[in-house]
């Protein structure tokens, strides 16, 4: 059975940084893309992040590029975004999923949680 359990979300200030991890199990980690998206009441999920696991592959959301970074490490099976100069835009329920395609949500079979990201001003 694959889980995938996000951490790491919690309030800050416009301008703060938070770590979001992604521990997957039960899950072929190797070979296979991840990624983060992100949601907001009465809105799209958006995607923000992609990886492909065991290779060097990324790609980050215009919208955040420059301020956040995806990684992986691979012996623990667990993905991150680190998120810098975070705005009050970046409110969202982030969540990480795992086997699709791109940033088509509706591509990806499994899903995290969530876990939910506030920026104030």
């Known amino acids: 059975q694959v889980q995938l359990v996000e951490s790491g979300g919690g309030s800050v200030q416009a301008g703060g940084s938070l770590r979001l991890s992604c521990a997957a199990s039960g899950y072929t980690y190797s070979s296979n893309s991840m990624a983060w998206f992100r949601q907001c009441p009465g809105k799209e999920r958006e995607g923000v992040a992609i990886?492909?696991?065991?290779?060097?592959?990324?790609y980050v959301a215009s919208s955040v590029k420059g301020r956040f970074t995806i990684s992986q490490d691979n012996a623990k099976h667990t993905m991150y975004l680190q998120m810098n100069s975070l705005k009050p835009e970046d409110t969202a329920m982030y969540y990480c999923?795992?086997?699709?395609?791109?940033?088509?949500?509706?591509?990806?079979?499994?899903w995290g949680q969530g876990t939910q990201v506030t920026v104030s001003s």
């Open positions: 990886i492909y696991t065991g290779t060097v592959y990324t």
């Open positions: 999923a795992a086997g699709g395609r791109g940033f088509l949500s509706g591509t990806y079979n499994f």
